[in-house]
């Protein structure tokens, strides 16, 4: 069975820093990843996802996110941070080669804390 | 388009009482899904629906039901809530497609007393 973690409950950073949200997974085959965002209050967000192709995917709000096979990660970063980044992220992964119903499973999400 | 629409926003319910909760999408997806937030626990799949007229139970089910009245409707119902089934819940949609992102509604906090 699919999962995935997220190994940082909390990362802070100062605004105009790097940033990266680390996620590893694991599937049987190869995998679809997905990261979302959910600010305070809200449902989820959509912000990028790798299916196939270029390991660098990019997304919104200048997110991008790096697949790496033989590491079994799904890196999220951003070049620059702003303060308004300070969110929960997840990261989800769905196994398509698995038999039965292919359900996207979540980490348990990291916050994001960005300073000014 | 409003996306994913969910009602009520909040709820608080007694011991034994049962509510449903509403869901709709106007993207012609086919896909729906409820799932539950708990703090440390991320998002977990109550049920779902992978079109019109069917429905599957996910990795948390019991305690509850849920109907797909139509292509746009997914509602969840709590025949006779527990302090259990205290949490954020979310209803998503999608396309048929596997590579297909979901997309979430803005959630209703349920409190059981």
């Known amino acids: 069975a699919q999962s995935v973690a997220q190994p940082e409950d909390q990362v802070n950073v100062a605004e105009g820093n790097p940033l990266t949200v680390k996620c590893t997974y694991s599937v049987s085959g190869n995998p679809y990843l997905f990261w979302y965002v959910q600010y305070p209050n809200r449902g989820l967000q959509f912000l990028l996802k790798?299916?196939?192709?270029?390991?660098l995917v990019k997304g919104s709000y200048g997110f991008e996110a790096e697949f790496n096979k033989s590491q079994t990660s799904f890196h999220l970063k951003k070049p620059s941070a702003l303060v308004s980044d300070s969110a929960l992220y997840f990261c989800a992964v769905r196994d398509p080669y698995n038999t039965g119903f292919q359900k996207l499973v979540f980490g348990t999400g990291t916050r994001l804390l960005v300073s000014p | 388009n409003a996306g994913v629409t969910q009602t009520p926003k909040f709820q608080v319910l007694k011991t034994g009482q049962s509510m449903t909760l509403q869901c709709a999408q106007d993207m012609n997806h086919n896909s729906m899904y409820w799932y539950r937030q708990d703090p440390g626990m991320g998002l977990r799949l109550i049920y779902y629906s992978a079109s019109e007229g069917t429905t599957d139970k996910g990795e948390v089910p019991n305690g509850y039901n849920v109907s797909r009245l139509n292509k746009r409707e997914f509602s969840l119902r709590l025949e006779s809530a527990a302090p259990s089934q205290t949490s954020v819940y979310f209803c998503?949609?999608?396309?048929?497609?596997?590579?297909?992102?979901?997309?979430f509604g803005p959630g209703t906090r349920l409190t059981v007393l």
């Open positions: 790798y299916i196939t192709g270029d390991n």
């Open positions: 998503a949609s999608s396309g048929t497609s596997l590579a297909n992102e979901q997309f």
